[in-house]
């Protein structure tokens, strides 16, 4: 059973930046290598959306609303994957999730961001 660890959330003002960390502490290394990998994020009263994908290879794809401010990246010696937040926007608040794409049905408990003067 998977269970992903995800940190990093705060109240950060809008222009700022942020970096969460997600670890994919049940997942050994031989299955978490070639695994393509997601952020996603549950807004108040909204779907869950995925925002940032990265396969094993490090192909990386992102939601038109989150391109060219985020960044996803992985650490596979690590089993972690990370999302670079940049340029926030009060949209950008919500509960932020990592998990498989697609995903699984082992989610964590997130990590909140709130953007926020």
């Known amino acids: 059973q998977v269970h992903f660890l995800e940190s990093g959330g705060n109240l950060v003002q809008p222009g700022g930046s942020l970096r969460l960390s997600c670890r994919a502490a049940?997942?050994?290394?031989?299955?978490?290598?070639?695994?393509?990998m997601g952020w996603y994020r549950q807004a108040p009263e909204k779907p869950r959306e995925l925002v940032a994908s990265i396969t094993g290879g490090r192909i990386t794809s992102y939601a038109d609303s989150v391109k060219d401010r985020f960044t996803i990246s992985r650490d596979n010696s690590r089993k972690s994957v990370y999302l670079q937040l940049n340029t926030v926007k009060p949209e950008d608040t919500a509960v932020y999730y990592c998990?498989?794409?697609?995903?699984?049905?082992?989610w964590g408990q997130g990590t909140q961001v709130i953007v926020s003067s």
């Open positions: 998990n498989t794409v697609p995903s699984s049905e082992n």
């Open positions: 049940r997942m050994i290394t031989s299955t978490f290598n070639p695994t393509t």
